[in-house]
């Protein structure tokens, strides 16, 4: 397979140098808003929301600005400053502004917008509010760095501003031990994931003496075979990690303990799509090497049957939905591991699950606003009535999801699923089950939160949320409904001189993949139904079956993890403590007590009495004269 | 001849340190200290004339430069320990022990 010629950015000119004011304000306002407590305590959130509108703005400008420029001068690099130079290799920190750049930045600055907005009325009455903000600006300026960098090195340093920023917002609510529980967790596993991010890009300096895209892009062509697969599946480590892939998934269900805008934040505009956005980016190397690619469709679609089986069995609204953005993201990955033909799907994909994600999490969110913030779906049911805003744009996202035709969904989601059955069979039809199975379960969620009888606890009374958390969710449902046909015969040639893809014809009307997709879907949906629809949902939830109680179980995961790295490392610690108490310690206090009881039979000499002290000069002298004398004598 | 000196030099010293190692009272002590100098000073004579030498008395001569200067402090010692404690008893001046 040869990759198409990626084109080479131009330097920077005009409104393009100043792209870094995306990052730099978000930025601005998290150290703000961090750093002067007290002072911006009630005009702080309002700041932060100001900030992420004037990066959306600056996004927005650039994006138009490249619209209007030629195919060629669309790439613009801009450099701001030398970061450090040792011997031979210097470190550049620059943006690179593209057209796949400038789509992810117009998606975490737009979505991440929204969702400060609707923030401002969920966390209204809490008294951290200001803080909470302020890490909001910060997980925000990071995912720009992330997506802006021209280098390895410095999307590694936004990278890991993600993860700062996702632990302090899954632990937002700190003193509760679950919520500080879920972001260590979230912390740690996405540090496994950094040791692939590092070693990639230690070997990428090795090999090229350079991180940058562009070095890389044009120098693995010449790297021997087996770089190439080994810098990929580095990445692909990375990409596991933070976009919550098989193996490294278990982070993603717990961080539901964060305040649900940040679930929303992490699930639709920045976080996990990181690894997509990785994969894609390092599309150089991943051209060169089939078995690379190859295990990022095995991953792909090992996550998104796992998601979707996690989907079906939750009671939570939010983990349903966490298990739903693992699916979704394995399907994007799936697209992305297939090569050149899937770079600009999965791409799309994210865009179009950008928006009815957060759709459905801030939906999630003012459903929990109205139930006093209980998330078990078996206490609601009929909240249709009661929540009408937030039940049309749930549905608007929900439709999109599951790929109700025209939605935004269809479109991404077929390009994928047809894209998967050109990769082979076995796959295509995995993704095939997977859209069923996502249909089967969305519908089960809709039908328990908004369908059925009241089975509300005590002292409940559902109340639709205040116009700034509604106004975002009509937003996002508008765009859950029309990204998709917006973007739909455009997107592809529009990432074609950036991801190195090939541009497919793609027709309105659906092939026959695209018409059996739509089967499958109306197959998950009557299924959904005919479980959920028909009969009142007990408000216990039943005993189940063997796939039910694995998916409650998260399939295990926390126990294979417990098992295969948990207990091994907890014993290799134990022993070492034990060693170090027992044997080291013991040499040590040994010797310690040796001297010791010297030291007492030492100081009865020194009784304090000058004239047991001149007896023992004397009996000395005696010694000294007497060896003296018998010395001489000899 | 010089067996004589020397007996005495060594009946001198003996009565001094027994006097340092028994005693209580630290002016007793001094002197007794004292006494084990000048023991030592009559032996360096009696050896000096014994040798016909001037080595021995010059010796002499730097033990009394020493022992003049030690009386100085060790007498200083004493009397503000005296005042005090209102006690002499080298057995009572046992703070560093304790």
């Known amino acids: 397979m040869i990759p198409l010629e990626t084109i080479d950015p131009v330097a920077a000119t005009g409104l393009f140098s100043y792209a870094w004011l995306m990052i730099a304000l978000p930025a601005l306002g998290a150290f703000v808003l961090l750093g002067f407590g007290r002072y911006v305590e009630k005009s702080g959130p309002y700041l932060a929301v100001a900030t992420i509108g004037g990066s959306f703005v600056v996004a927005m400008a650039l994006f138009v600005q490249m619209l209007a420029a030629p195919v060629d001068q669309r790439a613009v690099s801009v450099q701001l400053y030398t970061w450090f130079t040792t011997g031979t290799w210097q470190l550049d920190v620059g943006l690179l502004v593209d057209q796949l750049s400038i789509l992810f930045a117009l998606l975490i600055t737009g979505v991440g917008g929204l969702i400060h907005v609707y923030s401002l009325g969920y966390m209204a009455h809490d008294e951290r509010k200001r803080r909470f903000f302020g890490y909001l600006n910060l997980f925000v300026a990071a995912m720009l760095t992330l997506v802006l960098a021209d280098n390895y090195l410095v999307l590694f340093v936004g990278w890991e501003g993600v993860g700062l920023a996702s632990y302090l917002l899954i632990g937002f609510w700190q003193y509760k031990p679950s919520a500080a529980a879920a972001a260590k967790k979230a912390f740690v596993m996405n540090r496994v994931g950094d040791l692939g991010m590092v070693l990639a890009i230690s070997a990428m300096l090795a090999q090229f003496g350079s991180s940058a895209f562009i070095d890389v892009n044009h120098g693995a062509e010449h790297l021997a075979p087996g770089w190439t697969t080994a810098i990929g599946l580095l990445l692909l480590l990375g990409a596991c990690g933070k976009s919550a892939q098989v193996p490294l998934q278990a982070w993603l269900l717990d961080a539901m303990e964060g305040p649900t805008p940040v679930s929303a934040l992490i699930h639709a505009a920045t976080m996990v799509t990181a690894g997509v956005y990785l994969v894609v980016r390092s599309h150089a190397i991943f051209d060169l090497t089939a078995d690379a690619r190859l295990a990022v469709v095995i991953v792909g679609t090992v996550t998104l049957l796992a998601g979707a089986w996690i989907g079906c069995s939750k009671d939570d609204i939010k983990k349903v939905l966490a298990g739903s953005t693992m699916s979704q993201i394995g399907y994007m990955m799936l697209a992305a591991g297939i090569g050149p033909a899937g770079y600009a799907f999965a791409i799309f994909h994210l865009l179009t699950h950008g928006a009815f994600k957060a759709n459905m999490f801030l939906g999630a969110g003012s459903v929990m606003h109205g139930m006093n913030d209980d998330v078990d779906m078996r206490h609601y049911g009929a909240l249709a009535k009661y929540l009408p805003i937030t039940f049309w744009t749930f549905a608007c996202g929900y439709l999109a999801i599951i790929g109700f035709p025209l939605t935004a969904g269809f479109f991404s989601k077929d390009h994928i699923i047809e894209a998967a059955f050109g990769q082979s069979a076995l796959v295509g039809t995995l993704a095939l089950l997977g859209a069923g199975v996502t249909a089967f379960y969305m519908t089960r969620l809709m039908l328990m939160t908004f369908g059925g009888k009241k089975r509300w606890l005590d002292g409940v009374h559902p109340h639709e949320s205040p116009a700034v958390m509604t106004v975002p969710l009509i937003v996002l449902a508008a765009l859950s409904l029309v990204a998709g046909a917006v973007m739909n015969w455009w997107i592809q040639e529009w990432l074609e001189p950036a991801a190195g893809n090939h541009a497919h014809e793609v027709e309105l009307l659906p092939t026959p993949i695209g018409w059996l997709t739509m089967l499958v879907v109306a197959a998950g949906v009557f299924v959904g139904w005919w479980v959920f629809g028909r009969k009142p949902i007990p408000a216990v939830a039943p005993q189940g079956n063997v796939l039910a109680v694995a998916g409650r179980n998260e399939l295990y995961g926390n126990a294979v993890n417990d098992t295969l790295v948990v207990k091994p490392v907890l014993g290799v610690s134990r022993a070492a403590v034990a060693a170090d108490a027992k044997a080291f310690d013991g040499f040590v206090n040994l010797l310690a007590n040796a001297l010791g009881g010297l030291s007492v039979g030492g100081r009865r000499v020194q009784n304090g009495y000058v004239r047991s002290y001149a007896l023992t000069m004397v009996l000395g002298v005696l010694l000294v004269g007497v060896v003296l004398i018998l010395g001489l004598g000899a | ?98």
């Open chain 2, 1 to 98: 001849m010089i067996d004589q000196y020397l007996y005495l030099a060594v009946i001198l010293f003996v009565i001094g340190a027994v006097g340092v190692m028994i005693r209580r009272n630290a002016l007793v002590a001094f002197m007794s200290v004292e006494l084990m100098l000048n023991a030592a000073n009559l032996a360096l004579v009696a050896f000096a004339w014994h040798h016909a030498s001037f080595d021995g008395q010059v010796a002499s001569f730097f033990v009394m430069v020493v022992a003049a200067a030690e009386v100085v402090v060790g007498l200083a010692i004493i009397v503000s320990i005296y005042k005090t404690r209102r006690s002499t008893s080298v057995d009572n001046a046992n703070l560093l022990n304790q």
